[in-house]
């Protein structure tokens, strides 16, 4: 009998979704990369071969890393049916989860060096940063991730000699402040883990009991591959529900958390002031305008993106704040920004502040994140923050109202007018379409908006423009595995790219126009 236990425990202000898989003969884990034409969701992804010889899916948890167009996930992805992915480009970022006489080992290797050190593994996975090696807290290669620090849904996959550790937790959300990476590497230690390494978090991070999703973070996204837990074939299990003190499977269809429909989340974008109320004035600049300016151009780039975009005014109109917190309170978004620029009576005050509402803790991820990207164009940071007045509540009218609302909100003031260096940069439309273009990526980010499903050309990064390659061949038939069926054919001439090699180091993975062509064989293409 397979024991698997799925329990709920709350951790630093975040509930914990952890499942703990007995380890036992009967039971398979397996990462696996869906039907690797394309991204699947966590519910959708499956592995072919067991399906097709009785093995029956218990669980499972969203695996690694993957870029914004890329099929497969980044890094080194080795599974003992020899399907091998080794991508020069993720440096040296990330560690290697690999599964081998049934224990995990966490190890930094090449696929060269894979192949010498753990020929015997079942599989090999680049993950990221490490939370537990023999039994201690240590994280290495957490400084190769900005997101450590800050509190975000994440996945932790970990074990000791008797238990496989699958751990997600929430975040982003009220009520959920997420774990950052120390305290994540503290939960998985706490449950008895001598190996622990972290996943692919945010949006992707997810975990699935016989098909259903457990935890409310997952954003339903089309993720590259997942760790799966399989029963082998005949094998009996038996699924506890440790928070409700029963043993039942029906205890676990009800509690599921099961998304309805892909739900659209809204934005408000609020160009401060307008018409009557000109707002801060200094260097000839006049702080409506700019606001209006930034508001209109977070809104352009934003219509890139799977999100409703609302502006309190499109041009020179006086809205009262009382107005503008009903337009907010009417539209209920995930997200209210008033768009602002300051002035101060001492005149060598400059830079960027953002002010958010004290109660959403999580809330300086945004706050933090604008700020970081002004600086890296050239706004130096001056503070975030929080001000209160005599009540206790926001001592900013507009976070007060939004927050009646029940909506996070922040204001950002993106630079001096008063200031001379500051005024400067704001004089200059470009330089607002950048300050609006800083704002619109950290919404994206914090939001974790999707792009909208759009065919573009590829831009071709130098990087990859090493991997570009020419058909030799008059006809090249392109296939699902090495000897797999036949799913793509190319003519010659055509130019595809190679996004990772078989381990026998003949057939190359492609694909062109970002779209996955298949394996084929690497003697009929030459380098572009
Ligand atoms: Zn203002």
Redesign the pocket.
Same mark, same amino acid.
């Given at each position: 009998m397979i024991n698997i236990k799925y329990d709920k425990i709350r951790k630093f202000q975040t509930t914990v979704h952890i499942l703990t898989v007995q380890k036992n003969k009967d039971i398979v884990i397996m990462p696996s990369l869906g039907d690797r034409t394309r991204r699947q969701k966590l519910q959708d992804i499956t592995h072919a071969w067991f399906d097709r010889n009785g093995f029956k899916q218990i669980a499972g948890v969203n695996g690694g890393f993957f870029g914004g167009n890329m099929i497969l996930p980044i890094g080194l992805f080795y599974v003992d049916s020899g399907f091998l992915l080794n991508r020069s480009w993720t440096g040296d970022a990330f560690l290697e989860l690999i599964h081998k006489e049934g224990k995990f080992i966490i190890d930094d290797v090449s696929s060269l060096e894979f192949m010498d050190k753990h020929k015997s593994a079942n599989f090999g996975v680049s993950y990221s940063y490490s939370l537990v090696v023999d039994g201690k807290i240590d994280i290495r290669k957490g400084d190769k991730f900005k997101w450590t620090k800050q509190s975000h849904p994440r996945t932790m996959i970990g074990d000791n000699d008797e238990k496989y550790f699958f751990a997600v937790c929430e975040g982003r959300k009220k009520g959920e402040k997420g774990l950052t990476a120390i305290e994540s590497a503290m939960v998985m230690a706490e449950l008895g883990c001598i190996t622990a390494i972290n996943a692919d978090g945010g949006g992707s991070s997810g975990m699935k009991i016989e098909g259903k999703i457990m935890n409310k973070t997952y954003a339903n996204r089309a993720i590259a591959d997942a760790l799966l837990i399989y029963a082998r074939p005949g094998a009996e299990y038996e699924i506890e529900l440790m928070s409700k003190g029963q043993r039942s499977k029906e205890v676990i269809e009800t509690t599921v958390y099961e998304k309805e429909k892909e739900t659209i989340k809204k934005v408000i974008i609020e160009a *401060? +002031?307008g018409g009557r109320d000109p *707002?801060?004035s200094g260097n000839g600049l006049v702080?409506k305008e700019l606001n209006l300016t930034v508001a209109l151009e977070i809104e352009r780039v934003l219509a890139d993106y799977e999100v409703e975009v609302s502006l309190t005014r499109r041009d020179d109109s006086t809205i009262s704040i009382i107005e503008r917190a009903k337009i907010s309170e009417k539209i209920n978004p995930d997200l209210h920004v008033s768009i +602002?620029?300051n002035a101060a009576k001492v005149t060598s005050a400059r830079g960027a502040e953002i002010i958010h509402a004290h109660h959403d803790k999580y809330d300086d991820v945004l706050a933090i994140d604008i700020l970081d990207r002004l600086e890296r164009i050239g706004m130096p940071t001056r503070r975030h923050f929080t001000k209160l007045n005599a009540r206790g509540t926001d001592w900013y009218a507009m976070i007060r109202r939004i927050w009646d609302n029940d909506t996070d909100a922040i204001i950002t003031e993106g630079g001096f007018l008063t200031n001379a260096e500051d005024a400067k940069m704001l004089a200059d439309d470009e330089w607002l379409k950048r300050e609006a273009g800083c704002i619109a990526a950290a919404i994206v980010d914090y939001l974790d908006l999707q792009k909208k499903e759009k065919r573009e050309d590829v831009s071709i990064t130098t990087e990859s423009a090493k991997n570009m390659y020419v058909v030799t061949a008059n006809v090249l038939n392109a296939r699902l595995d090495k000897m797999g069926k036949q799913i793509n054919k190319l003519k010659k001439g055509e130019i595809v790219e190679k996004i990772g090699e078989h381990q026998d180091g003949d057939w190359y993975i492609i694909r062109k126009e970002n779209e996955f062509i298949g394996f084929v064989s690497a003697r009929f293409l030459k380098e572009a």
């Amino acid at each position: 009998m397979i024991n698997i236990k799925y329990d709920k425990i709350r951790k630093f202000q975040t509930t914990v979704h952890i499942l703990t898989v007995q380890k036992n003969k009967d039971i398979v884990i397996m990462p696996s990369l869906g039907d690797r034409t394309r991204r699947q969701k966590l519910q959708d992804i499956t592995h072919a071969w067991f399906d097709r010889n009785g093995f029956k899916q218990i669980a499972g948890v969203n695996g690694g890393f993957f870029g914004g167009n890329m099929i497969l996930p980044i890094g080194l992805f080795y599974v003992d049916s020899g399907f091998l992915l080794n991508r020069s480009w993720t440096g040296d970022a990330f560690l290697e989860l690999i599964h081998k006489e049934g224990k995990f080992i966490i190890d930094d290797v090449s696929s060269l060096e894979f192949m010498d050190k753990h020929k015997s593994a079942n599989f090999g996975v680049s993950y990221s940063y490490s939370l537990v090696v023999d039994g201690k807290i240590d994280i290495r290669k957490g400084d190769k991730f900005k997101w450590t620090k800050q509190s975000h849904p994440r996945t932790m996959i970990g074990d000791n000699d008797e238990k496989y550790f699958f751990a997600v937790c929430e975040g982003r959300k009220k009520g959920e402040k997420g774990l950052t990476a120390i305290e994540s590497a503290m939960v998985m230690a706490e449950l008895g883990c001598i190996t622990a390494i972290n996943a692919d978090g945010g949006g992707s991070s997810g975990m699935k009991i016989e098909g259903k999703i457990m935890n409310k973070t997952y954003a339903n996204r089309a993720i590259a591959d997942a760790l799966l837990i399989y029963a082998r074939p005949g094998a009996e299990y038996e699924i506890e529900l440790m928070s409700k003190g029963q043993r039942s499977k029906e205890v676990i269809e009800t509690t599921v958390y099961e998304k309805e429909k892909e739900t659209i989340k809204k934005v408000i974008i609020e160009a *401060g +002031h307008g018409g009557r109320d000109p *707002g801060a004035s200094g260097n000839g600049l006049v702080e409506k305008e700019l606001n209006l300016t930034v508001a209109l151009e977070i809104e352009r780039v934003l219509a890139d993106y799977e999100v409703e975009v609302s502006l309190t005014r499109r041009d020179d109109s006086t809205i009262s704040i009382i107005e503008r917190a009903k337009i907010s309170e009417k539209i209920n978004p995930d997200l209210h920004v008033s768009i +602002h620029h300051n002035a101060a009576k001492v005149t060598s005050a400059r830079g960027a502040e953002i002010i958010h509402a004290h109660h959403d803790k999580y809330d300086d991820v945004l706050a933090i994140d604008i700020l970081d990207r002004l600086e890296r164009i050239g706004m130096p940071t001056r503070r975030h923050f929080t001000k209160l007045n005599a009540r206790g509540t926001d001592w900013y009218a507009m976070i007060r109202r939004i927050w009646d609302n029940d909506t996070d909100a922040i204001i950002t003031e993106g630079g001096f007018l008063t200031n001379a260096e500051d005024a400067k940069m704001l004089a200059d439309d470009e330089w607002l379409k950048r300050e609006a273009g800083c704002i619109a990526a950290a919404i994206v980010d914090y939001l974790d908006l999707q792009k909208k499903e759009k065919r573009e050309d590829v831009s071709i990064t130098t990087e990859s423009a090493k991997n570009m390659y020419v058909v030799t061949a008059n006809v090249l038939n392109a296939r699902l595995d090495k000897m797999g069926k036949q799913i793509n054919k190319l003519k010659k001439g055509e130019i595809v790219e190679k996004i990772g090699e078989h381990q026998d180091g003949d057939w190359y993975i492609i694909r062109k126009e970002n779209e996955f062509i298949g394996f084929v064989s690497a003697r009929f293409l030459k380098e572009a």
